[in-house]
């Protein structure tokens, strides 16, 4: 059985159809994320963009703000942030996804699906 997606973002249903069920709750995660996410663009060369990705989060029963740096490359339609977590986890970030989004992009390059899962 397949989980039901979350938003009406098309690579949220890329995600479901090429992972398992336990793979794409930790997307949904991500995907929650979403919402506590505020891109802001800083910078544009040729086609590297650069964002400013402010988060809202809970600590210490305090709301704070984290700060990460996402390029873009529009040409490549590459995406890199600097919380590193696709790297890491193997599953693209919520800044990373809050980006695509700000940039009307529905579906992500094969090469952020990882076969394995």
């Known amino acids: 059985k397949l989980f039901d997606c979350l938003t009406i973002v098309g690579f949220e249903k890329q995600f479901q159809q090429a992972y398992n069920n336990a793979k794409f709750k930790e997307v949904q995660g991500e995907m929650k994320r979403l919402v506590f ?14 964002y400013n990705v402010q988060e809202a989060m ?26 590193r977590l696709f790297e890491f986890r193997g599953i693209m970030c919520a800044h990373s996804l809050d980006v695509l989004v700000r940039r009307c992009i529905n579906e992500v390059p094969s090469k952020y699906i990882l076969p394995w899962w």
């Open 37 to 50: 996410c505020q891109a802001v663009i800083v910078k544009e060369e040729g086609s590297i963009s650069t």
């Open 58 to 83: 809970v600590v210490c029963e305090k709301m704070k703000h984290a700060d990460f740096v996402v390029y873009f490359n529009s040409t490549e339609c590459e995406v890199q942030c600097m919380c």
